[in-house]
Nanobody
Framework: QVHLVESGGGLVQPGGSLTLSCAAS????????MAWYRQTPGKERELVAS??????EIADSVKGRFTIVRDVSKKAVYLQMNNLKPEDAAVYYC????????????WGQGTQVTISS
């Protein structure tokens, strides 16, 4: 059975940096799009960044500050977050389109990012 396991969230001061990690466990044969979303209470989950074989997309709100990297050999995706702002505080969710015996979409459990001085 395939799972996504996230790590790296926590408390950071404004202007600080964090790196989120997400790795797939289980019998994954192929890796498609991987992405990071975030959600705050009362709001819809929003796309932060995505990466595939063909393209990388970064939300305008984080462009120039966040970088997404995918390591296919490790079945992992990372989100490097720099110059964090209070409005970046959210629960961050990893997403992946993976193939074991068929293509399926998977979500991580979420990791909290808190921005506070």
């Amino acid at each position: 059975q395939v799972h996504l396991v996230e790590s790296g969230g926590g408390l950071v001061q404004p202007g600080g940096s964090l790196t989120l990690s997400c790795a797939a466990s289980g019998s994954v044969r192929l890796i498609g799009t991987m992405a990071w979303y975030r959600q705050t209470p009362g709001k819809e989950r929003e796309l932060v960044a995505s990466i595939s074989n063909d393209s990388t997309e970064i939300a305008d709100s984080v462009k120039g500050r966040f970088t997404i990297v995918r390591d296919v050999s490790k079945k992992a995706v990372y989100l490097q977050m720099n110059n964090l702002k209070p409005e970046d505080a959210a629960v961050y969710y990893c997403y992946a389109r993976l193939y074991d015996d068929m293509w399926r979409s998977y979500w991580g459990q979420g990791t909290q990012v808190t921005i506070s001085s």
